[in-house]
């Protein structure tokens, strides 16, 4: 039929500011909620999920050397934040009856499970979101990197950045009204206009894998469904 899945086995990024809800810091349990439900929506018709979260919502490496902190210790915050987000995302699926396992870049015996590739790949294919927390694990690389990075590892068919604007526009949308949306970018627009989709680091790889990357609106409804179903949705950026 029309609404079957394009695919099977996806790679979502969602910010760490996604989560904070009204407030300006900090975890929001309902938004988790609502990201759960539609998670479960895409396990629901058996689409194989992998999970990247940032760390925005409570530290950010860069900011945090801006006060005055180290900077690779800052990055160590920020790595340890994304696993505190993980670990309130495992809890809103759970709540929702939806099986997920966190793996962390950095080994954290008893809280978490250090990430592996090869059981990361057995537990989504049998059905369980895999939460990659940790970011890479190394300084200086942000989660958008961790994400097309994992996605590329597990062999997702395409990695899903959540964004607040529902894709990438000519201009800033809110700024300036005449402003269009692209629904569909090479790697080398992104890279040669620095469109700040994502950071540098994390095009070059998908671009270097072919991994496509769309971004999207994860507060609009639906949207995240619709993808999978293969609309046209936000703006989907490949070679
Ligand atoms: N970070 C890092 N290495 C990584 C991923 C993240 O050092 O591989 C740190 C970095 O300090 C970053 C913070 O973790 O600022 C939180 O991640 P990010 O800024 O990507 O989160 P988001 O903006 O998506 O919420």
Redesign the pocket.
Known sequence: GGRDRKYKRILL??????LMGDEGFGIDPKVLDKMALEIGQLVGIGVQVGLV????????????NEAGLDRVT??????L??VM?ALAMRDALERCNIQSTVMS?IPMHGVTDQYDRRKAIRLLENGEVVIFS?????????????ACLRGIEVEAELVLKATKVDGVYTADPVKDPSATRYSRLSYDTVLQEKLGVMDLTAICLCQDHSMPVRVFKMSKPGALLSIIVGEDEGTLIVG
């Open positions: 990024k969602l910010s760490g500011e996604q979260i940032g760390g925005g919502n409570l530290f950010r490496g860069a900011a945090l800052g990055d160590h915050m920020g790595m934040a994304t987000n870049a940790a970011g890479t694990g190394n300084p200086f690389f942000t989660t958008d990197s961790a």
